[in-house]
Structures are given as structure tokens and as C-alpha cells.
């Protein structure tokens, strides 16, 4: 399956499960907006989905694009958007192989969407990609797990339950990451989601990449960018614990 087909079939549960999973990643709405508000042109957001950070920066009068693999995430964002008379300007694009006949004050690239690059030739593509997006002076900012080894021991591999409600019904959501690939360092997320009587309606699964904060510089070094800036955080915190999350912060 890949990247679009998994969040295609996904879509429509997206917003039940993270509403109900508030923390998962804290202040990053926040962080995001701030910085969208304090740009120098125009926004684009890589993976922007059901609109979760992207709604907030139209909400804020920001002029904000979105770039998304799944039309059914990007569906739902619109259903979402129109309701508030919002106007989106989101397309279904790839980030290792769009191109934009705009110029953007900043990218970013929220939610840990990154690490779905699973490949050194994609994460260096999507760089390249997103530095030729940006206007003289322009940023990319995003966001990613710090890989802690405590978790991948103790949780990898354990089903988590989640009971959901959507449209009057209640379901329930397991998911499980498992580490499927010691050498290359790639765990893989399965979900499913189940009917109250345990009928499966679908389940998904898709790689991520396990990255640690030397490799996001390797990469870095090996992009077009000429500046990058780590975070423990979304308050400018210095990066000294994997329990933080990696804030990354670059320029042209």
C-alpha cells in the first residue's frame, strides 16, 4: 500500500482519533501559526491532511498553500474549510516532486510527516524540492520524534486500543509500531479500525523512518540549505533528551 492509499482510506477517522489523542505532539498548532504570522510571503504546508495546523493559519488570515499525497485527506480538509467559509488552496502533490509557481516566506512540514520519507533519496529530494519553493530569505520549519530506545523496547510491538466516535457510532482504533528493519532503521505503523461486534473495516500500515539528530544534519549538509537550528521543542529549548521532540529550523 502506498503513502496516499494509506491516508486515503484513513481520512475519515483522521480527525475522531487525533481529536481524542490531544498531546501526542503539544504546542505545535501554536509554534506553527507563530511563525506562519511573522513570514515573509506567502505559506506552504507539506502533508497539511484534514487541515489540522492549516485551518488554524487560514483562521488567522494567513495566505497559506497545502501539499498533501492523499485526495481523501485533502477531501475532507475542503468539507471542513467550506463549512467555515473558508477557501483553501491545497492540491494532491508529492513533496519529492512537486514544483510551485509560487514563492514561499515559509515551508512547513508538521506532525512528524517528515519521517514518512523513508529513503535517503526521498528526504534529499524533498529538501531539494521544498528549498527551490522558498523565496529569498525563506524557512522551512518541522518537526519530528527524537528515536528513544526506551520506547522501542518497551512499547514497539504492543497494541494500543483507542474507542472512537464518529457520526453517532462508536469504534474501536488499534494501532502497534513495530521495528521491521534493525539496518535501516524503519519501523512500520498498523492500524485498524473495528466495529463494536469486532468486524474489521480496514486496517493500514505504512513505514516510517527512525531518524536521530546526526542523520537530519548529514542530510542537511547534503541539501541546498545553507543554515539549520535544532530545538528540544517548540519553545526554542536545547535538544539534550530523546523524550524531547526535534524541532529543526533551516534557511537558504
Not at 68 to 83: C, F, H, T
Not at 132 to 147: E, H, K, Q, Y
Not at 217 to 245: C, H, I, T
Request: charged share 30%; proline share 3%; glycine share 8%.
Amino acid at each position: 500500500m502506498d503513502q496516499a492509499d494509506y491516508f486515503d482510506r484513513f481520512a475519515a477517522f483522521y480527525d475522531a482519533v487525533y481529536d481524542q489523542q490531544a498531546g501526542v505532539v503539544e504546542d505545535d498548532v501554536a509554534f506553527y501559526r507563530e511563525l506562519a504570522a511573522d513570514a515573509d510571503g506567502p505559506v506552504l504546508e507539506v502533508g497539511c491532511g484534514t487541515g489540522r495546523v492549516y485551518l488554524e493559519l487560514l483562521r488567522a488570515g494567513i495566505d497559506a498553500d497545502g501539499i498533501d499525497v492523499s485526495s481523501g485527506m485533502l477531501e475532507v480538509l475542503r468539507e471542513k474549510a467550506a463549512a467555515e467559509g473558508l477557501e483553501p488552496n491545497v492540491r494532491e502533490a508529492d513533496v519529492t516532486a512537486f514544483r510551485s509557481e509560487r514563492e514561499y516566506g515559509l515551508v512547513i512540514v508538521p506532525f512528524r510527516a517528515f519521517l514518512h520519507l523513508t529513503t535517503v533519496d526521498e528526504q534529499l529530494a524533498a529538501l531539494e524540492r521544498i528549498h527551490d519553493a522558498l523565496a529569498p530569505g525563506g524557512r522551512l520549519a518541522l518537526n519530528v520524534f527524537t528515536p528513544n530506545f526506551d520506547v522501542i523496547c518497551e512499547v514497539y510491538g504492543e497494541w494500543e486500543e483507542t474507542a472512537v466516535a464518529l457520526e453517532g457510532e462508536t469504534y474501536t482504533y488499534r494501532t502497534v509500531t513495530e521495528l521491521v528493519d534493525e539496518v535501516e532503521q524503519i519501523a512500520r505503523i498498523r492500524s485498524e479500525v473495528l466495529t463494536n461486534d469486532g468486524e474489521r473495516l480496514f486496517e493500514r500500515e505504512a513505514p516510517i523512518a527512525l531518524l536521530s539528530k546526526r542523520e537530519f544534519d548529514l542530510l542537511f549538509r547534503q541539501s541546498p540549505f545553507a543554515s539549520w537550528e535544532v530545538y528540544g521543542g517548540f519553545e526554542d529549548d536545547a535538544l539534550e533528551s530523546s523524550s524531547q521532540e526535534m524541532v529543526w529550523i533551516a534557511g537558504p
